[in-house]
């Protein structure tokens, strides 16, 4: 102890009170430890189940690491939901053949069509699909007590081509005086105005369908392929939007990424849409962007196989089938179609598989993608690759398909109240 004090008194102040503060430091530092490995041993061995394991090591406490939904809002809240709409969810479809029905000689009108795979339906595909699925599944029930939603069977497409009928007005009264008869016939309708009953249609005088009939055209649910929160008699907050398929061939193998050797692709007309138009008028000669205005010089299909992405542009409509050819085929969507509320919409994260352009910014698309990098791509081409089971139709109904993610929509706009029938 001598010698150390010797040495202290040698040191100049600035540097023995350097080190007499070090020190006292590590003093203070080492007793707390020895504290704290005092006081953690005492309750270790106070544990009943540590009791024996005097040395044993804390536990590693349990971390949830935030779960990946891929290309969903959130997979595992739609999947339990989707579950429960499986166990309970039953639909009534309305007959055509009861008594005092006035529309026997048009029952052909209310039943699945006969050949829904015929390449002509093309565009009205989804809306025969639908019908077929439905009366395949187990959601159909014949006791219209137990159902959460009923199904009015016609079908616009069909009425469209029945020479009887065929125009808008005569639609428009067809279906008017359909619904009033069923409203007549039946206590459901009136239980709840309408507002538990749904009809399906994809042709473009849809929305006229309903023009006639107050009840229908206010309450009762419209699942429509053209679904645009700026037309008439369309309402988002009741109405469902129904993915506009085509019957394409099956495409088991994708081609990949690296096989993509075009940027863009669009092949359609463009008499009908100003944005069409402006894209031919902008990108017509770019080589790295096949955009044609009509038919391309390969077969339609090839282009969705060889590009990296695939526009949709709105035409008469803010809906077309490009959508699910694109997702179809592994191209990566751009929407260009402001006011389209897209199919799947509180499911499906769109961001995370699509790009959507603002009508108004149609001058930057190129430089919009090129601006995407490979990996946020790679992202965008995988998470593609998950939503196509979504967007396939199959005679009875499987999985997460086409008619199962829709019924789910509209198990969504079930309402719990209804007057007593």
Known sequence: MKPACLFLN??????????????????????????????????????????????????????????????YHNWQ????????????????VYPTNYASSSFASSASIFLPHPNPFDPKLGNYFSEHMFKLSLLSSSL?????????????????????????VHSEPSIADFVARYTTSISQDFPFWNASLGSDHFYACCHSVCREASSKHVGLRNNAIQLTCSSSYFQRFYVTHKDVALPQ??????????NPPHARDKLVYFAGRIQNSNIRQQLVDLWGNDTYMDIFPGQPSYPYEEGFRRSKFCLHVKGYEVNTARV???????????????????PFANVLDWSK???????????????????????????????????????????????????????YQLWLKRSSLRLSS
């Open 245 to 254: 398929v085509w019957p394409r061939p099956p495409q088991h193998a994708l």
């Open 353 to 407: 598989f699509s790009v959507i352009v603002n009508n108004g910014d149609v001058a930057l698309l190129k430089r919009t993608l090129l601006s995407i990098t490979r990996r946020k791509y790679m992202s965008m081409y995988h998470n593609l690759c998950e939503v196509r089971r979504h967007f396939v139709w199959h005679e009875t109904p499987k999985g997460y398909d086409s008619f199962y993610m829709t019924a």
């Open 324 to 342: 699910s050819d694109a997702v179809h085929y592994g191209c990566v969507p751009v929407i260009i179609s402001n006011h389209y509320e897209l």
């Open 10 to 71: 040698k040191m100049p102040k600035l540097k023995r009170r350097l080190l007499l503060t070090g020190l006292l430091l590590l003093a203070v530092s080492s007793a707390s430890w020895f504290a704290i490995f005092l006081l953690h041993s005492s309750e270790e061995q106070g544990s009943p189940s540590n009791l024996g394991r005097l040395s044993a090591s804390p536990p590693t406490p349990h971390i949830t690491l935030p779960v990946d939904s891929g290309p």
């Open 140 to 164: 159909i029930t014949t006791n219209p007590e137990k159902a959460n939603l009923f199904f009015l069977p016609f079908s616009v497409n069909l009425l469209r081509n029945d020479p009887r």
């Open 77 to 92: 809240l739609f999947a339990a939901d989707f579950e429960d709409m499986i166990q309970s969810f039953k639909i009534y």
